[in-house]
Nanobody
Framework: QVQLVESGGGLVQPGGSLGLSCAAS???????????MGWYRQAPGKERELVAR???????NYADSVKGRFTISRDNAKNTVYLQMNSLKPEDTAVYYC?????????WGQGTQVTVSS
């Protein structure tokens, strides 16, 4: 079994920056290849949407709404994925969820709140 543990998040003013991290852990981790790790978000009353994701080979893709402002990266040795968020806007306010895909399974973190407000 694999668990995803997120950290970071919080309250930030518009235009500010915030970083999230997500570490995978579990008894089967050593035998598990995280093919894709990424971040999704869900704002109140809205569906969960992809923010950014990165493959084990380093290929990335981003939602159009965050391109040029957010950067995703990962450390394969640590099974950790990061999301650096710059130039934050009020519309970035949401619960951010870490996601990981293996060849056979999908895992989700419990979510961390990001609030952008003055």
């Amino acid at each position: 079994q694999v668990q995803l543990v997120e950290s970071g998040g919080g309250l930030v003013q518009p235009g500010g920056s915030l970083g999230l991290s997500c570490a995978a852990s579990g008894s089967t981790l050593s035998a598990t290849v995280m093919a894709v790790m990424g971040w999704y978000r869900q704002a109140p009353g809205k569906e969960r949407e992809l923010v950014a994701r990165v493959t084990s080979g380093g290929r990335t893709n981003y939602a159009d709404s965050v391109k040029g402002r957010f950067t995703i990266s990962r450390d394969n040795a640590k099974n950790t994925v990061y999301l650096q968020m710059n130039s934050l806007k009020p519309e970035d306010t949401a619960v951010y969820y870490c996601n990981a895909l293996t060849l056979t399974s999908e895992y989700w973190g419990q979510g961390t709140q990001v609030t952008v407000s003055s």
